[in-house]
């Protein structure tokens, strides 16, 4: 084995030269053209961009980019989640198939990296391996997959094994990437994982892509428009906007809504929206590709981020739409989850609700739709919150500076833990 440099080892270290090996395992999750998982795309590509343009070399061992098509794209998520049987199949794949990744992973890439970033997947951990040989494992997770899969998106039947291999991961890897303070603290109660490995880092945004200079807008409606981009599940909220829309028309304030994705929930929000007689108000624009989301979101006036209440009763997602939404210039009606709290100005950048409070959606609306003469100071101001803070680049930054403090002296000692404090002493 080649002798190693560290993968950092002060603040001089992110100097250029350093090699990551980015590992996904999910065989939905691709940075290719035809992937239906557009979030997690933006998310994979927006952690290596980052990583990149501070002067590393990121090799790829990306699943999601090697299987047949029609695992990763259009209809490949309704394929699973419509039947037990085809969940059981998919779920019994993705464990045959971890350790035949994860041996793959290491023959590929692990005489050529000096760490292993991985996004995690339920079943799979690619980055064991090369923590064996002395390679640095940092676990990325945006949830507690095994709950969310079963609850939330009806595809797993192998819960217990799920729960076992995914809290396994968080306990061994060297360090764990996760999206929010909620989650954080979610990790540590309920997978009792040590808090002195865990590191905030929330969603980012390519401010290259989402750019309002570089789009020319895609309008539907002449008058004040609320966008919406993203996968239509029930958390989303979409409903709640349908009906706040709906009650304000009958206070003659009229509201469009266009939204730009499809998923499980299309057709019963089609149908809300016919029941409501908002077929004049809403234009459903499907699922578009990753560039050409900007350009529909510059025809927003105000982007929506809602949120439902997951069963699990805890809301840690760090939704990405926001920062996107920001990047272009738009102002924000969010729900009040732990991102829109941290970076929106109220009133101002943002227009907040309390999650699950349908008249508080109503006032924010309404709040939303009459202060239009503030519009183009707040779109100046959002796009310079999001380049100063909220880029990608900056989100690895703060990333590889956080890895750099050293690991709690207190600390109980923990498989890995070696790795660990190599990776934060370097």
Not at 14 to 20: M, Q, R, T
Not at 302 to 317: A, E, L, T, W
Request: glycine residues 8%; charged residues 20%; contains cysteine.
């Amino acid at each position: 084995m080649r002798n190693r440099q560290p993968l950092h080892s002060s603040a001089e270290s992110l100097v250029y030269g350093n090699s990551l090996g980015y590992l996904s395992g999910a065989p939905r999750v691709s940075t290719l053209p035809d992937a239906e998982m557009s979030g997690p795309k933006s998310h994979v590509l927006g952690i290596i961009n980052g990583f990149e343009a501070h002067g590393w070399d990121v090799k790829r061992f990306i699943v999601g980019d090697r299987v047949p098509a029609q695992w990763r794209g259009r209809g490949s998520e309704q394929l699973v989640s419509g039947s037990r049987w085809r969940a059981l199949a998919a779920d019994a794949a993705r464990v045959a198939l971890s350790q035949v990744n994860a041996r793959r992973a290491y023959q590929e890439l692990g005489q050529s990296v000096d760490g292993v970033y991985e996004r995690f997947a339920l079943f799979q951990a690619l980055g064991r391996p090369f923590q064996r040989q002395g390679i640095p494992w940092i676990l990325e997770t945006n949830a507690v997959y095994f709950r969310e899969a079963k609850h939330e998106r009806n595809s797993l039947m192998l819960t217990k094994l799920a729960r076992h291999m995914e809290i396994q991961a968080y306990q061994q890897c060297d360090h764990l990437v996760v999206v929010s303070q909620a989650l954080k603290q979610e990790l540590i109660q309920s997978c009792h994982v040590p808090a002195h490995k865990i590191i905030v880092i929330p969603n980012g945004v390519d401010t290259v892509l989402f750019d309002p200079a570089r789009h020319t807008a895609k309008r539907f409606f002449e008058g004040f428009t609320v966008g919406f981009v993203g996968r239509l599940y029930n958390w989303q909220g979409l409903d709640a906007l349908f009906h706040a829309v709906h009650q304000l028309r009958q206070d003659s304030i009229q509201i469009n809504v266009v939204v730009v994705g499809d998923g499980q929930m299309e057709t019963a929000w089609r149908d809300l929206v016919t029941t409501l007689a908002l077929n004049d108000q809403v234009h459903f624009a499907g699922r578009v590709a990753r560039e050409e989301v900007p350009a529909y979101i510059a025809g927003f006036d105000v982007g929506f981020s809602g949120k439902v209440m997951p069963q699990s009763g805890i809301m840690y997602f760090s939704p990405l739409k926001l920062y996107e939404y920001l990047a272009m210039g738009k102002p924000v009606l969010g729900a009040a989850d732990e991102d829109a709290r941290r970076i929106l100005r109220p009133d101002f950048t943002g227009y907040l609700f309390p999650i699950g409070d349908q008249e508080g959606l109503v006032n924010a609306l309404r709040r939303a739709a009459i202060r239009t003469t503030q519009a183009a100071i707040a779109a100046q101001q959002a796009r310079k919150d999001i380049l100063q803070s909220h880029s990608w680049q900056v989100r690895v930054a703060d990333l590889l500076a956080a890895m750099q403090q050293p690991l709690s002296a207190t600390a109980p000692a923990q498989q890995g833990a070696s790795q660990a404090e190599a990776l934060s002493a370097r």
